[in-house]
């Protein structure tokens, strides 16, 4: 807050004056990186058709899916016209050098950086869901005193129901699924509280996978200090990094995590029903012993053709890909991933502070009576998570959505709110809140 208000001072401006949005977005070093993106039109998204139809959409949901990078669009069109004019010679001989046999290095080289892990811990493959089941089918080894594992209790569903099916087929007892509630009253986790039932429960944990960012509430967990825990109780720790990906920064080798899942399609904007990507750490890299769910890709490189049916794994998290990189849904990844190599997480996650600080004042100034954020000041991403009335929360949605202002919303009162630091402006912000305010004022 302090460096939003020394910005206002400096420009003799109150800070909700549309002007210092302005000034703001002119000031903003990372604004030319929103010209690499696609951005609807109010009558795009809308289907309106009056004055403002052709206005630029204010687009608030990458916490959901992210925009089109115009990259995504080229790079796309030029594996189809590859397809269409080499066929089958694509997979080694590429017009842009891109040769469809090594896309997974190409695209892993990239992403790996943004992860805080080296090229060997990060494969590519499949949705996030699948990943989850692979990750726990490689790492999940219930025994008769270790057979839990921990999750929290508004996990996404997706995940309440891959682990749940995961203890099922292992033949577990219902009691192996471990929730992390929030105290009575509370909407989030404390990490005191996560700490405490990892320590009395600890040896009956087998695996430890909570979400490094909640996709309700919007908090980030203390994923460092959570996997020194659950690791020193003998724990095996795995993330879900869905809405962490690209939205904070992440230091996976370093926090010692066994694994990890992510979808690339929100933050990371690679489109809908995007390919995911998955960590395992460099201790695993030559682990052969570890069982897992092996296919053909996941064969040592080196000897993958002479089709000997001895399976010998590629090392690292190569060795975990259980088909060859589906080139299409990549290229649309790999566009993104040039974007994010012109900027870095670091300076992403700073511009993102001040997004949602400065949404964050003007909620409270002008809606705070109607509201509650619930998303933590002090570990959040991107999103805010607002709590309406009940009944104002049906008009407020559908006004933002009439007005192009793009966001989501959880019923019965929940909406969520995402600035994304690679393409969204405080000018964007402001709009954003402003229909909110005449929404509630109506």
């Known amino acids: 807050m302090d460096r939003l208000e020394a910005a206002a001072q400096a420009q003799s401006v109150a800070l909700d004056d549309d002007q210092f949005a302005q000034a703001m977005d002119a000031a903003d070093p990372l604004g030319h990186l929103r010209a690499e ?14 004055e403002h139809a052709d206005s630029l959409c204010t687009y608030l949901c990458g916490n959901s899916l992210g925009l089109l990078p115009k990259r995504s669009r080229r790079i796309l069109n030029e594996e189809m016209d590859e397809w269409a004019t080499k066929g089958v010679v694509g997979h080694h001989h590429h017009s842009k050098g891109r040769s469809w046999i090594s896309y997974r290095k190409l695209i892993v080289e990239k992403m790996a950086p943004m992860f ?15 990943n989850i089941h692979l990750m726990l089918a490689a790492f999940y080894k219930p025994t008769a005193t270790r057979n839990k594992i921990l999750i929290e209790s508004k996990a996404f569903p997706s995940d309440h129901y ?17 929730l992390a509630e929030p105290r009575a009253g509370e909407l989030t986790l404390r990490t005191s509280d996560i700490l405490d039932l990892i320590e009395r429960q600890g040896d009956e944990i087998a695996v430890v996978m909570l979400s490094g960012l909640q996709y309700y509430t919007g908090q980030v967990f203390d994923m460092e200090k959570i996997t020194a825990a659950a690791q020193a109780k003998g724990c095996i720790v795995g993330w879900d990094l869905a809405h962490a990906a690209g939205n904070v920064p992440l230091k996976l080798h370093d926090w010692n995590v066994d694994f990890a899942c992510w979808c690339t399609y929100k933050y990371m904007n ?18 052969a012993d570890l069982t897992r769910l092996t296919g053909w890709w996941a064969h040592d490189e080196k000897t993958r053709f002479e089709m000997s049916n001895r399976f010998v794994p590629n090392r690292g998290a190569a060795g975990f890909e259980i088909s060859n990189t589906p080139i299409l849904t990549a290229a649309t990844l790999l566009g993104s991933l040039e974007v994010f190599e012109q900027t870095s997480m670091e300076d992403l996650q700073e511009k993102s502070v ?10 409270n100034k002008y809606a705070g009576q109607h ?12 999103q805010l998570s607002l709590l309406f009335a009940t009944d104002k929360f049906d008009a407020v949605f559908k006004d933002l959505m009439s007005a192009g202002v793009i966001c989501d919303e959880r019923k019965p009162n929940c909406i969520r709110i995402a600035p994304v630091p690679l393409y969204n402006t405080f000018s964007d912000v402001k709009r954003c809140v402003d229909i909110i305010r005449a929404a509630l004022i109506r």
């Open 37 to 50: 993106f696609e951005i609807p039109t109010v009558g795009q998204v809308t289907g309106n058709t009056g």
């Open 270 to 287: 690679s489109g809908p029903g995007g390919i995911s990507g998955f960590f395992v750490h460099e201790r695993y890299a030559q682990d």
């Open 116 to 130: 805080g892990a080296a090229p060997i811990e990060v494969g590519v493959m499949n949705t996030l869901t699948v």
């Open 354 to 363: 001040l997004l949602t600080t400065y949404l964050e004042y003007l909620l």
């Open 371 to 382: 509201i509650r954020i619930i998303t933590p000041s002090d570990s959040r991403g991107a």
């Open 162 to 178: 891959a682990v749940e099916s995961q203890i099922q087929w292992h033949n577990q007892p219902a009691d192996a699924l471990l």
